[in-house]
């Protein structure tokens, strides 16, 4: 018994060496990830606040009820770590899944044959991106979001035909994301496409499908039971009318007799930016009767944006570059508006919270961050704070560094032999959570991250190494990942 105990300790031993042999470089970079969460943690305890959202999230877990304007999904998060009264954990665990993406994208690198120090050259913008670590501190949707669809890549990309149920759990992780945020929907039917590209099976390709249906349809029931009508949310309408409201001409359009009360008679280079536009009191949607979430109107607001589209394709498609160009543009632009964009920054000092207003369905954003988390719901300790603040004005990912990731993901859909549907699946999330938000309401800097850690994957694909290059260059490469290459069950044909 004590040599059986003998031989255990040191194979844990040899295994924990093997580990750092071939996994130290990115074991100290997650090391590194994961005190500046820590220092986050300490300059700013709790959570930091996104000014309206934030509180309805709030809101939405001390009262579940479904809202008409957005999905609660990540308010379910928050339900379930209530009896906690943590602030602290809520923050703590999102940076948690912000490391846990970091490793995904890393082992899904190995294992498709990059070496130890190329997967974590890779990973590092999700790791060190000063903007994704204060977003992962926000309390707002986007850090549960991106865990919940890079966990399902991570899935997918496992093997190159998953077995039924693992497709199933992938599906079911996709639906969820939906319910955090809408602008997911877009990836069920990317999931699935790429499965049948992966030659992945009908039965996988099925259960994919049926996962991701499965949480809307529970959701869609609740939603029916509440208002009548069966949707995850009542505010499409609006969101997809303020998208078309900056080039929308209605001499153009020609709409019917009853959307005409919608269309704005300023010239279209005169209008503001539609993620400020839609809030404002005087904007036809605000004026209409029930306002612009009541079923009916929120069918005249899409059929109007709809129209709009259909008459003026260049234009949409114009708006929607433009958004794109924001994105990878070298200088960050105060989009939608500045005070907007300022939430995305690490304050200098605590949060002023509107104590007369009342966020889903009663309450005041003040009085449910108390109810929550406690009686000092927002704080500022230096110098962990300032030194966060510096780390923002320095280290980040400039645009034009993400447009150059999403071309080398591009590129990897050609040059990544045998890893070509691996790059397709990548990259065709890292476009879609970029493209679709712009597509469907307007720029944000805040559905810009949810892009990086695909990006960073696709990019790293492209740089796997091909057996057809020889073996001077498997060698020089990495020995060892080329011949994980070889033997990899997921390896394509």
């Known amino acids: 018994m004590i040599k059986m105990a003998l031989q255990r300790t040191i194979w844990m031993k040899q295994g924990t060496v093997s580990a750092l042999r071939h996994h130290g470089v990115f074991a100290l970079a997650l090391l590194g990830g994961a005190l500046i969460r820590l220092v986050t943690m300490l300059g700013y305890p709790g959570v930091l606040w996104f000014t309206g959202d934030s ?15 957005k999905t609660l999904g990540y308010s ?67 850090s549960i979001f991106t865990f919940l669809i890079a966990a399902a890549v991570t899935l997918v990309l496992w093997r190159r035909r998953p077995l039924w149920w693992v497709a199933l759990f992938a599906g079911l992780l996709l639906g969820y994301a939906v319910l955090v945020r809408t602008a997911g929907a877009a990836m069920i039917p990317v999931a699935v ?24 349809a529970a959701y ?96 949409y498609a114009g708006a929607v570059a433009r958004g794109v160009g924001m994105a990878v543009s070298p200088h960050r632009i105060g989009h939608p508006n500045p005070g907007t964009e300022s939430l995305y920054h690490f304050r200098d000092r605590p949060q002023l919270f509107p104590a007369g207003k009342s966020w889903a369905g009663g309450g005041t954003a003040l009085s449910d961050a108390r109810a929550y988390g406690g009686d000092t719901p927002s704080r500022v300790v230096e110098p962990n704070a300032g030194r966060m603040r510096w780390y923002q004005e320095h280290l ?57 850690p695909f990006a960073c994957l696709a990019a790293g694909l492209a740089l796997t190494p091909a057996r057809e290059f020889g073996p001077r260059v498997s060698r020089w490469w990495g020995s060892r990942g080329s011949r994980r290459r070889d033997s990899d069950p997921a390896t394509e044909p």
């Open 55 to 69: 509180y309805f999230y709030l809101g939405g877990a001390l009262r579940p009820w479904p809202s008409p304007s």
């Open 76 to 142: 379910f998060m928050l339900w379930l770590l209530e009896p906690f009264h943590s602030l602290t954990l809520v923050a703590f665990l999102q940076h948690l899944m912000g490391l846990a993406v970091a490793v995904m994208v890393y082992a899904l690198l190995r294992r498709a044959g990059l070496p130890g120090w190329a997967a974590t050259l890779v990973t590092l913008p999700v790791l060190y991106d000063a903007y994704q670590i204060q977003l992962e501190h926000l309390l707002m949707a986007e």
């Open 193 to 216: 496409g790429c499965l049948v590209v992966r030659r992945a099976g009908w039965r996988a390709c099925a259960a994919a499908l049926v996962g991701g249906v499965v949480p809307l």
């Open 220 to 315: 869609a029931l609740w939603f029916h039971s509440a208002h009548g009508t069966y949707g995850l949310t009542l505010s499409d309408g609006i969101y997809l009318w303020g998208r078309t409201s900056t080039f929308a001409d209605c001499d153009r359009i020609r709409p019917p007799a009853q959307e005409r009360k919608l269309c704005l008679h300023d010239r279209p280079e005169d209008r503001i930016a539609p993620g400020t536009l839609i809030w404002r009191k005087e904007v036809p949607p605000r004026r209409l009767r029930g306002g612009p979430v009541d079923p009916g109107n929120n069918d005249l607001l899409r059929g109007f944006a709809l129209r709009a589209i259909v008459a003026q394709p260049l234009d």
């Open 396 to 452: 980040f990912l400039p645009g034009p560094a993400l447009g150059v990731l999403l071309v080398a993901g591009a590129a990897g859909i050609v040059v990544a032999r045998g890893r070509r549907t691996e790059a397709l699946t990548a990259w065709s999330a890292a476009v879609t959570l970029l493209v679709f938000p712009i597509a469907t309401a307007d720029f944000d800097y805040r559905y810009v991250l949810p892009t990086l």
